[in-house]
Structure formats: C-alpha cells, structure tokens
C-alpha cells in the first residue's frame, strides 16, 4: 500500500524549532520529488517546498525561506523539514506529499506517464505555535 | 506570481445535482493544473490532472476541463460523500494553490 506518515508536530514557543518527519511506503521513494504543504486553521492549502529525488533541487516558499530546511534520506525512505524561527502564523496542520517522478533518476516515459500532480498525500502533522 | 481564483467561494446544493465550480488563473498555464479534494481531518485527494485526466480510483462524475486561463471542475450528480473543499492548483516555477471552493448540504 503506499502511503505516507508524518510526525513531529507539537506546540512550540514563538522563536523555537521543531522537526517534522515523513515515512514513506510502498513505492520507490527515491524516484520521487516530494513536497511539504501546509494548511493554517481557517485557510487554504499552501506549498511551502520540494526537494528533488537527489537532493539536488529544492525550492521554498518566501514565507519560510531562511526559517526551512527541507531534507530526504532515501536510504531510510524518508522527508524531513527543519524548522527554526517559528512564529505564530507558521500554525497549521503540515502535509507531506508524492510530487512528480525525477527525469534524473528514472526514464522520460515514466515522467509522462505520472500525474503531475501530489498524488499520494499523508494525513498531516499539526504544529502549534504559541506562548 | 501566478495567482488561481475560485469561484464561487461556497456552492450550497443537494445530493443528485450537479457541480460545477471555476478556477482562474493570473497568467496561461496551457493545462498544467489539477483538481484536489479535502475533507476535515483527512488527507486531501488528487481528483484530476493536466486539467482533463481523472486521477486512478477517481469515479466518472468527475470531470475536469479547460486550458489557458480557465478551467472547469465537474459533478455530474453529487454524491454524499463529495460534500468537501476543491482546490485548484498549478504547477509554474513552484506549486500555488486557489483559495478553495466549499460544496455544503443544502
């Protein structure tokens, strides 16, 4: 089955940093670019970074640029997102999700034949920020 | 930045009738979007993709249309279990979602 777990999540005081962890299963993690996207109480869904199957490209929103560091292990199947600087708008459940297959690491008829789309999403972790 | 409106906001209907909720964007994006569905306290689900193509498991109700500028989600005859938030999504320099359109019991 694949799926994805995150963990992590937690209250934390303004200013502190915490770590979000994302398990993955039942497919070739290492294919894979996957993001993080979160969603503040009362908002929408917001991509806040991705991070290619190597490691080679990653991109963040400007709302956590500087604060976020996105990671992957792919030996252990997994993401990771380190967050430092936390303020209180950085509330909200956090999701891991599938994105597109790398053209670097598999062929470009697998690519074509993917959604490019998130298509396989975890349940979330909720981080609160707050005094 | 590429910016996706939502329209309308809110869609109150009944189960049996028909869906029909718009997503706009900023800038033409040829038909690099997708269509996600979200329930409280779930993860959200991709319903379709490069504007047309219905993700795998997803049921033929749904249907996705559009390119440019404009695009069109599609629900033939609701279901109860599609009583949700939509969201629309593009994939430019990096991901950016609309601001969602909520389908509620009438």
């Known amino acids: 089955q694949v799926k994805l777990v995150e963990s992590g999540g937690g209250l934390v005081n303004p200013g502190g940093s915490l770590r979000l962890s994302c398990a993955a299963s039942?497919?070739?993690?290492?294919?894979?670019?996957v993001s993080w996207i979160r969603q503040a109480p009362g908002k929408g869904l917001e991509w806040i970074s991705y991070i290619s199957s190597l490691s080679n490209s990653v991109e963040y929103a400007d709302s956590v640029k500087g604060r976020f560091t996105i990671s992957r292990d792919n030996a252990e199947n997994s993401l990771f997102l380190q967050m430092n600087s936390l303020r209180v708008e950085d509330t909200a459940v956090y999701y891991c999700?599938?994105?597109?297959?790398?053209?670097?690491?598999?062929?470009?008829?697998?690519?074509?034949?993917?959604?490019?789309?998130?298509?396989?999403w975890g349940q979330g972790t909720l981080v609160t920020v707050s005094s | 930045d590429i910016v996706l409106t939502q329209s309308p906001a809110t869609l109150s209907l009944s189960p049996g009738d028909r869906a029909i909720l718009s997503c706009r964007t900023s800038?033409?994006?040829?038909?690099?979007l997708a269509w996600y569905q979200h329930k409280p306290g779930q993860a959200p689900r991709l319903l379709i993709y490069?504007?047309?193509n219905r993700a795998t498991g997803i049921p033929a109700r749904f249907s996705g249309s559009g390119s440019g500028t404009d695009f069109t989600l599609s629900i033939s005859s609701l279901d109860p279990e599609d009583f949700a938030v939509y969201y629309c999504q593009v994939r430019s320099q990096w991901p950016t979602f609309g601001g969602g359109t909520k389908i509620e019991i009438k």
């Open positions: 800038q033409g994006v040829s038909t690099q």
């Open positions: 490069d504007a047309s």
């Open positions: 999700a599938r994105d597109t297959p790398d053209i670097d690491v598999v062929s470009a008829a697998t690519v074509a034949a993917a959604p490019d789309a998130h298509d396989i």
């Open positions: 039942g497919f070739t993690f290492s294919d894979y670019y």
